[in-house]
């Protein structure tokens, strides 16, 4: 299983966190499918490829409780949901 999870990044007392798509069973440090964003703490800066996190959304990856936090500020869960109902739309499913 795929998860969306924080690599701790930088130096002493200035950690910097990658957000990167990774198998569940590798460590923090360990090698990740894809970088997908950044996220600094100290001066509270995010970068996200929303594309790349709605991929990997898509096909079943499951974000930590961190990252979902962080991915709601530029609003990419929104996104997510909006083409979610395109493609069931496209599909011809009825919406409730």
Not at 25 to 51: A, H
């Amino acid at each position: 299983m795929v998860k969306l999870r924080l690599k701790r990044c930088g130096r002493k007392q200035r950690a910097i966190y990658r957000i990167v798509a990774i198998d569940v069973r590798s460590q923090r440090e360990g090698r990740d499918l894809r970088k997908v964003g950044f996220y600094d703490p100290i001066k509270n800066q995010t970068y996200s490829n929303v594309l790349a996190i709605l991929y990997f959304l898509e096909k079943g990856a499951q974000p930590t409780g961190t990252v979902h936090y962080i991915s709601k500020k530029p609003e990419i869960l929104k996104e997510l949901r909006v083409n979610y109902k395109k493609k069931l739309k496209k599909e011809g499913v009825p919406l409730g």
